[in-house]
C-alpha cells in the first residue's frame, strides 16, 4: 500500500484495538465492516466518531479501500472535522482523488495545515492546477509558500517527499539556548531526531544529534559539538537515489538543501521506507507492462493501460511465428516438431526471466557496474551452459523415447544448450544496453528477453531438425 507509516504516540493502547478490526489474516473484518457500513446508512455519527474517528491513519486507509466508493465518500462526509487526512496516505490514488474530489476545498485547506508538509504534498500534488492554487490562497503565508516550494520541484525528487518543518540553531548558541528554545516555541515539529546548525543567510553548517544536546553542558555552544552534514540531499536528486543514501549510511534523517546549499527541508526514514516499497512496486509492475496500475482503478482504465504492452507483445510474436513459418515444409513431415518446440522456447523464456530478473534489480540497487558486469556476464554465461546441458539431457531422453527417435531426442538437446546459452546473454546484455541507453531497463527489457529466446528457440530446434533429415 502507498503512504507514510509513521507511529503515534498514542500508539493504539495496542493490540487490542486491532484484534477488533483486523481477522486473522490481517485484514479488515467482515464484522467490521458490516458495523461500519451499517452506521454510515443510519448517519449514526456519534457512533462513527467512537469506532473510527480514532483509528490510526494506516488502519482507517485499510478501512477507506475495504468500503464501497458510495460508503466511503459517506464516512468522510459523516466524520467532519474529526476525519483524519492522513489517512489519505495510506490509500490508492484512484480512491485519494475520489474522496478529494468530492470535498469542498476550504475543507481541505483547513485539514492540510492540520498534517505535516510532506503528507500535505502528497495529497495535493495529485490535483489539478487550479484546485492547488485555490487551496494554497486559503493557506497563512507562511504555510503556503513552504508547499508550494515543495510542490515547485519535480515528482519524485527528494524535495517533494521532504517535510519543511526543521529545528535548526545559529552556532554561536549555547546548548541551553537551544533546548530552550525547542522547549518553549510550539511551531516547531512533533517528532525529529536532529538539529541543523544554520548560517544567517539559511546555509547548511552542520547537525546536531539530539542525544548529544541532551548529554552536553548547557553552556557549551552549539559549533563546538555539531558534525558536518556529510549527506546532505539535493531537493532535486531522485527519491530512489536519496533511499540508497539512507540505506549505504544507516541514516535515520538528513538535511535537504537547495541548489545554493540552503536547508529547505528534513528527509526521513519513514519517508524512505515509503520510497523503498513504492519504487520495488513501480519495477514489479513494469516488468509485467503494467504501469502504474493499482487495484482500484477502473476496468476501462485498467485496460487501456495494458493495450500499449499487449500490441508491443502481439507484434514480438508475430517475428517468433515468421521465424517458425521458415521451416513449415519441415513441420509438416514431422510433426512431433509442432509438439516439442514450445518446450524449447519456453524453457529458454523461464531462464532468460530468471537472469533478467536478477540484472535489472541490481541495476536498479546499483550492485552491478562498469567495473563487475564483465564478471557477472561470465557467470551467467556458466550458468547457461551448465542448466542447458542438465536439461538438454533430460528431454532429449524424454524425447527420444516418447517419439522413439533417438535423432529427435539429440536435437532437442542441442537445440536447448544454444538456447539456454541465448537466453542468459540476453537476460544480462539487453538490461545493461537499456541502461546505458537511458531506458528503465524494467520497463523493456522482458518483451525483447522473450523475443530472443522464442526466436532463437525455433530457429535453432527447427533448423537443426531440417538439416539433420535433410542431409542425414
Avoid at 35 to 43: E, F, K, L, Q, T
Avoid at 228 to 248: S, Y
Avoid at 288 to 310: A, C, F, M
Avoid at 360 to 371: G, M
Amino acid at each position: 500500500m502507498e503512504g507514510q507509516h509513521e507511529q503515534t504516540d498514542d500508539a493504539r493502547a495496542a493490540e487490542g484495538q486491532h484484534a477488533d478490526i483486523y481477522d486473522e489474516d490481517g485484514v479488515i473484518s467482515q464484522s467490521f465492516l458490516v458495523h461500519v457500513g451499517a452506521a454510515i446508512a443510519d448517519r449514526d455519527t456519534l457512533t462513527l466518531k467512537r469506532d473510527v474517528g480514532d483509528l490510526h491513519q494506516s488502519e482507517l486507509g485499510d478501512l477507506l479501500e475495504a468500503l464501497a466508493p458510495e460508503q466511503r465518500r459517506a464516512l468522510v462526509e459523516l466524520l467532519g472535522t474529526d476525519f483524519d487526512f492522513s489517512a489519505l496516505t495510506e490509500v490508492d490514488e484512484a480512491i485519494r482523488l475520489d474522496i478529494v474530489d468530492n470535498l469542498p476545498n476550504a475543507q481541505i485547506a483547513q485539514a492540510v495545515q492540520e498534517l505535516d508538509s510532506d503528507d500535505a504534498v502528497y495529497i495535493l500534488e495529485d490535483l489539478d492546477q487550479e484546485d492547488q492554487d485555490e487551496i494554497l490562497s486559503q493557506l497563512p503565508f507562511t504555510e503556503r509558500i513552504r508547499l508550494r516550494r515543495a510542490l515547485d520541484y519535480p515528482e519524485e525528487t527528494a524535495g517533494r517527499r521532504m517535510q519543511t518543518e526543521f529545528v535548526a540553531v545559529p552556532p554561536f548558541w549555547t546548548v541551553g539556548q537551544t533546548i530552550d528554545y525547542m522547549r518553549e516555541d510550539n511551531n516547531l515539529p512533533d517528532r525529529f531526531s536532529q538539529i541543523f546548525v544554520i548560517d544567517p543567510t539559511f546555509k547548511l553548517l552542520g547537525a546536531v544529534d539530539l542525544d548529544k544536546i541532551m548529554r552536553t553542558k548547557r553552556a557549551v555552544k552549539v559549533e563546538e559539538v555539531m558534525h558536518e552534514t556529510r549527506h546532505a540531499i539535493p531537493a532535486t536528486m531522485d527519491q530512489e537515489e536519496a533511499a540508497r543514501e539512507f540505506e549505504q549510511y544507516d541514516l535515520l534523517s538528513a538535511a535537504v538543501v537547495d541548489e545554493n546549499e540552503r536547508l529547505v527541508g528534513v528527509l526521513t526514514i519513514d519517508d524512505v521506507v515509503d520510497v523503498i516499497q513504492q519504487e520495488a512496486e513501480e519495477d514489479l509492475l513494469r516488468m509485467g507492462g503494467v504501469g502504474d496500475e493499482e487495484l482500484s482503478d477502473s476496468i476501462l482504465s485498467t485496460s487501456r493501460s495494458r493495450v500499449p504492452w499487449l500490441l508491443v507483445n502481439l507484434v514480438t510474436a508475430f517475428l517468433a511465428a515468421s521465424v517458425i513459418g521458415l521451416f513449415d515444409a519441415t513441420i509438416q513431415q514431422i510433426v512431433a516438431l509442432a509438439v516439442l518446440m514450445p518446450i524449447v522456447a519456453g524453457m529458454g523464456g523461464n531462464a532468460g526471466s530468471q537472469t533478467m530478473t536478477v540484472t535489472v534489480r541490481a541495476l536498479a540497487t546499483k550492485d552491478l557496474d562498469i567495473y563487475n558486469a564483465w564478471r557477472v556476464i561470465r557467470r551467467e554465461i556458466g550458468v547457461g551452459f551448465i542448466n542447458g546441458a542438465v536439461f538438454a539431457v533430460l528431454i532429449g531422453l524424454v524425447a527420444g523415447t516418447w517419439f522413439g527417435d533417438p535423432n529427435l531426442g539429440g536435437i532437442i538437446a542441442a537445440a536447448m544448450i544454444i538456447n539456454m546459452f541465448a537466453a542468459a546473454l540476453a537476460g544480462i546484455l539487453i538490461p545493461l544496453l537499456l541502461d546505458r541507453l537511458n531506458i528503465d531497463p524494467a520497463v523493456a527489457s522482458a518483451v525483447f528477453v522473450t523475443t530472443v529466446t522464442d526466436c532463437v528457440g525455433f530457429f535453432a530446434f527447427l533448423g537443426l531438425a531440417t538439416w539433420w533429415f535433410r542431409y542425414s
